[in-house]
T-cell receptor, first 114, second 110 residues
Framework: NAGVTQTPKFRVLKTGQSMTLLCAQD?????MYWYRQDPGMGLRLIHY???????AKGEVPDGYNVSRLKKQNFLLGLESAAPSQTSVYFC?????????????FGSGTRLTVV | GDSVTQMEGPVTLSEEAFLTINCTYT??????LFWYVQYPGEGLQLLLK?????DKGSNKGFEATYRKETTSFHLEKGSVQVSDSAVYFC?????????FGTGTRLTIIP
């Protein structure tokens, strides 16, 4: 099992450029998430999805868009990158285990906007 | 809203010392509580969890007890090793969303 796979692992963008981060999971999980990790701030939820075709805003959604056209994929888009979006991005998926949710995280994408 | 407050770091200890990392929470419902660990350059791994009051989660010598009366889930280990050096995150979930604390960087000196 590959688990949660994020593509790419590293990227450098110029201010104003656009890009899409891909998250793929092979565990048939219903729920998927995008987080960003910044020093001293932990992980903050950007957007999430509770099933194929659904998306919802998290804590810090501004400047990002997402899509979940297929159950196994969750895409995060930056339409016009800004230096404030320099961060490490983590994708996760989860399922209900009966008493709580079980989460699996990807290995992260390090994005630098110059 | 739901939130997690973690002991600020960094924390530096000598090998074999006793470790405590404090974590308190605020939640509107009945949360499940987690500790995640992040080793350098890697993603997050589940260390332990507890789903109801008075539950004790344990793994790899680490323990944490879900204390509803003090809304706490402090992480403890009796004798730390150099290999425990990492960033530790306390987290909670009430629904399907996982809310994290700010993380505590732990460094163990031989």
């Amino acid at each position: 099992n590959a688990g949660v796979t994020q593509t790419p692992k590293f990227r450098v963008l110029k201010t104003g450029q656009s890009m899409t981060l891909l998250c793929a999971q092979d565990m048939n999980h219903e729920y998927m998430y995008w987080y960003r990790q910044d020093p001293g701030m932990g992980l903050r939820l950007i957007h999430y999805s509770v099933g194929e075709g659904t998306t919802a805003k998290g804590e810090v959604p501004d400047g990002y868009n997402v899509s979940r056209l297929k159950k196994q994929n969750f895409l995060l888009g930056l339409e016009s990158a800004a230096p404030s979006q320099t961060s490490v991005y983590f994708c996760a998926s989860s399922y209900w285990q009966g008493a709580t949710y079980g989460y699996t995280f990807g290995s992260g994408t390090r994005l630098t906007v110059v | 809203g739901d939130s997690v407050t973690q002991m600020e770091g960094p924390v530096t200890l000598s090998e074999e010392a006793f470790l405590t990392i404090n974590c308190t929470y605020t939640a509107t419902g009945y949360p499940s509580l987690f500790w995640y660990v992040q080793y350098p350059g890697e993603g997050l791994q589940l260390l332990l969890k507890a789903t109801k009051a008075d539950d004790k989660g344990s793994n790899k010598g680490f323990e944490a007890t879900y204390r509803k009366e003090t809304t706490s889930f402090h992480l403890e280990k009796g004798s730390v090793q150099v290999s425990d050096s990492a960033v530790y995150f306390c987290a909670l979930t009430v629904n399907e969303k996982l809310t994290f604390g700010t993380g505590t960087r732990l460094t163990i000196i031989p």
